[in-house]
């Protein structure tokens, strides 16, 4: 069966019952049909334990990090402890492209799974609206006289679908006539900052931060000099609640936000994370691609700055994966060099001290004389490892790993991120560069020093760094697989996202606006007697 057959044939239980496992009662609850929920209440003891699920440099066979997470909540679950697993909504640009969905597969999923997938409870809309509601205020002020004096304008419309057409367009008005460009949703400002945001206040904060261009001075401009904040707040006010839903299993499931990890922070919301860890004695949550974007973001910006601690980290691997990382005739000795990828992964996990295990996502074709290996090698980084086969047999195919994820939770994780805030905008690069890349040197075009001085004068250096590179790679050349070692990288620009509160780094030809395939999944998609298929 499809994945979406084996979600249909899901009997799930009313969303009311799913809530009432986490002491939530249901007048709590805003009901979207029986099978979702928002959950209208505030965080409070946040008691829980913070599993990240993370993986190796993806593949295009996939690793299955949702997979695995789905599986190992539905296993902990089986072990009658209370938990709770925390996921990005995914975007419906890669579900009419090319990825397809992302609320895991087999019999580790997250329902209803077409609902997820889609428009689900309309926050990506919100986050859409907002976004282009703030493009036609800052239109609509230079329209009506441009008191601001704004110059030059940085903040761009998006659309959640993949449209290469509007990676640049011509806005062509009788005040006004510019090149532009669209972003896909999930690469705006607005949704990395609602998934940052603590409280209603603080997205209304973050909203007014952003810088929507430069005036006649080359100085920024924020929103909330067009007073547009609360407008902006109101839009996202009923997207801002999380989402509740349930795995295939009846494990409750919490679903917010979903920005890109290449671009942006990869990670689901910080109300939903805290919400989550008030609710559960275990929340499993997961970064997006490998752990040089998605977990280094979710350490060193996510949880540094919003006071999460993360108990545990579970860094999942397949033996296809290890394989297209490797060199060499046989299978075997492909997969015994692709084991530097993993390598790279473990040895810059450890720089965090946190407890760490390899889950090895086991497919039916992998051979015992294999997995063997990776367990050897696990073993000799002293580094605990466990198999899932959660696709194929749901829970009871992750118990193991669900056990030995309990124990290292009871471990003392003495949580370290990598640099400071404070530090220069230049240092914290380098130090990503060299100690999560392992790149020799940093070099930088002129436009990038330009930009970075230029922040560094109006003080607002002391944030973060999101770095936007290729998923493929630990470096910035996706064709350097495994663990590639003394090479260059190139900051090619530099971007002040003053209201998500970090600043990114581009290391590449990064698209905020991603394109359609020559065979796109929307061929595949229909409704037929009343139900959607097609989608995966």
Known sequence: MTDLEIANKCQKEDIKEIAQKLNINPDELICYGNDKAKIKINPTNENGKLILVTAINPTPYGEGKTTVSIGLADALHELKEKVLVCLRQPSMGPVFGLKGGATGGG???????????????????????????????????????????????????????NDRALRQITINENYNSRTESFNITAASEIMALFCLATSLDNLKHRLGNIIIGYNEENKPVFAKELKIEGALTVILKDAFMPNLVQ???????????????????????????????????????????????????????????????????????????????????????????????????????????????????????????????????????????????????GGKGAINLAKTVIKLCDEKSNFTPLYQDNQSIKEKIEIIATKIYHAKDVEYTEEALEKINKIASWN????????????????????????????????????????AGFITVLLGNIMTMPGLPKTPNYEQIDVVDNKVTGIF
């Not at 679903?255 to 008030?278: E, K």
């Not at 060499?328 to 997969?335: C, M, S, T, V, Y």
């Not at 084991?339 to 086991?362: G, T």
């Not at 790679?473 to 003394?486: H, M, R």
């Open 460 to 499: 607002l250096d002391k944030l973060p760094i999101c770095i936007a590179k290729t998923q493929y790679s630990i470096s910035d050349d996706p064709k350097k697989l495994g663990y590639p070692k003394d090479f260059k990288i190139m900051v090619k620009d530099v971007r002040l996202y003053n209201g």
């Open 247 to 393: 795995t295939l299993e009846h494990t409750p499931a919490i679903i917010h936000g979903g920005p890109f990890a290449n671009i942006a922070h990869g990670c689901n919301s910080v109300v939903a994370t805290r919400l989550s860890l008030s609710l559960a004695d275990y929340v499993i949550t997961e970064a997006g691609f490998g752990a040089d974007l998605g977990a280094e973001k979710f350490l060193d910006i996510k949880c540094k700055n919003n006071n999460l601690n993360p108990d545990a980290i579970v860094l999942v691997t397949t033996i296809k994966a290890l394989k297209y990382n490797g060199e060499g005739d046989g299978e075997l000795q492909k997969l015994s060099t692709g084991l530097s990828n993993l390598e790279v992964h473990i040895d810059n996990l450890k720089q965090y001290k946190v407890p760490i295990i390899v889950c090895i996502n086991k497919y039916q074709d992998n051979i015992d004389e294999e997995i063997n290996i990776v367990k050897a090698f696990c073993q000799k980084k002293n580094v605990p490892v466990e198999l899932s086969t959660a696709y194929i047999d």
């Open 107 to 161: 019999y580790s999923q997250v329902v209803p799974m077409d609902e997820i997938n889609l428009h689900f409870t309309g926050d990506f809309h919100a986050i859409t609206t907002a976004n282009n509601l703030l493009c036609a205020a800052i239109d609509n002020h230079i329209y009506q006289g441009n008191k601001l004096k704004i110059k030059k304008v940085t903040f761009n419309r998006s659309l959640d679908v």
